[in-house]
């Protein structure tokens, strides 16, 4: 598995993290506009003291980037920089910049060392870890890509200082999940220190980071391909999540938030079946319950809908595998499994119906 550096500040010892990596000191860093913007020239100034040499890309800050258009230009910049397979390229943002930044490493010369740099909470917990590596295709997304570890992945936790409060709590969603998933006691963490974590405050951001991209690399470790179903629990909430935000045109509603609210569908449905007592069940929602999302969305995006409607809409995910639907559901709190045997409809409805019941508007 890769590395992962948690310190502040980074970037003042890239020199020898590069070293021990064997990675030279001829760079592609890659930014988006707004990470270009907060931290280029913090980033790029730390190059120059520490002489390396570097080449600048920069993709406008929208999902839409990940496309092969955008790897094409990139391409072209690169071979008229006269970037060869000596190089090797940081990826400084957030999923967006990570996915098509490894996209790039991968193919570019049948492929670079790709450094992953992640700027958001999303990315510092979930996207920078694991290797997967993808751009969009219109008619699904993440479909094109390449399993490419990072050679180094470098996190800054104060470099989520200036992000957006809508972009943390979407990021928190993954590192409940973590919780939920994996480790009851961390759950617990999180819930005692869930202000501290969204207000971006030591030691337990630092503290929150670690966990997740512990976890989360741990579990791929164990079933990099996805074959044992291991690496399947990373998506428990995300059959849900996937509706909504397909409903959403995924444009309307971020990506952790359909997960928050699919994580409490997927509370009450391991409750339904059986698995967590209710008690737990209220355990886990009083967590997801310190959720806060914009005014209306909820009801806009979940409560108005119909049950059926977001049913139909889970079934039209491109990622199922044969035709069925696969719930990652909780044997308990901090113990997830892939449910082996397709759920009937009726159940998953009364399920969403309940969640409705639970989440504040
Ligand atoms: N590869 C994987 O395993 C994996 C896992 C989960 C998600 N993803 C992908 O990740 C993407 C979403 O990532 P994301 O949520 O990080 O979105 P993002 O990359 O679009 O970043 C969100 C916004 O925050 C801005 N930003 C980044 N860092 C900032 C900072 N420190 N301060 C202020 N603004 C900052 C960005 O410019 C952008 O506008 C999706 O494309 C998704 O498919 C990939
Ligand atoms: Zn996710």
Not at 278 to 306: M, S, T
Request: with cysteine; hydrophobic share 40%; net charge positive.
């Amino acid at each position: 598995m890769s590395e992962i550096v948690i310190s502040t500040p980074v970037i003042a010892n890239l020199e020898q993290l590069f070293l021990k990596h064997n990675l030279t000191k001829k760079t592609v860093v890659l930014f988006d506009e707004n990470t270009k913007e907060l931290f280029g020239k913090e980033i790029l100034t730390a190059l120059e003291k520490q002489d390396f040499k570097w080449v600048e890309l920069v993709i406008p800050a929208r999902e839409t980037s990940k496309s092969f258009r955008t790897a094409y230009r990139l391409y072209g910049e690169l071979i008229k920089a006269e970037v060869d397979r000596s190089w090797n390229l940081l990826a400084v943002g957030g999923g967006v910049v990570g996915d098509l930044g490894g996209y790039v490493a991968a193919s570019y010369y049948r492929g670079i060392p790709v450094i992953q740099f992640p700027t958001t909470l999303l990315a510092m917990t979930d996207s920078s870890i694991g290797g997967k590596v993808a751009i969009n295709h219109s008619q699904g997304k993440n479909l094109i890509g390449f399993f490419h570890m990072p050679e180094l992945v470098m996190i800054d936790p104060s470099y989520l200082k200036s992000l957006p409060e809508r972009e943390v709590y979407a990021g928190m969603a993954e590192v409940v999940k973590y919780g939920f998933i994996a480790d009851k006691q961390f759950l617990n963490y999180v819930n005692r220190h869930f202000k501290d974590i969204i207000a971006i405050q030591e030691p337990c951001i630092t503290e929150a980071i670690r966990q997740s991209a512990m976890i989360k690399s741990d579990v791929v470790e164990q079933d990099f391909r996805e074959q044992s179903g291991l690496r399947a629990t990373l998506n428990f909430g995300h059959t849900f999540a996937h509706g909504f935000e397909k409903l959403a045109d995924y444009r309307h509603i971020r990506h952790g938030e359909a997960v928050a609210i699919g994580m409490i569908c997927a509370l009450h449905l391991s409750e339904t079946l059986g698995k967590i007592s209710r008690n737990e069940l209220q355990e886990g929602l009083a967590v997801l319950k310190k959720f806060k999302f914009r005014r209306g969305l909820v009801r806009k995006r979940f409560k108005d809908i119909p049950a059926e409607t977001i049913l139909e809409s889970m079934h039209s995910d491109k990622k199922k595998v044969d035709k069925q639907l696969r719930y990652v559901l909780l044997e308990g709190l901090g113990k997830a499994y892939l449910h082996p045997e397709p759920l009937d409809n009726r159940i998953v409805i009364k399920a969403i119906e309940a969640a409705k019941l639970s989440v504040q508007a």
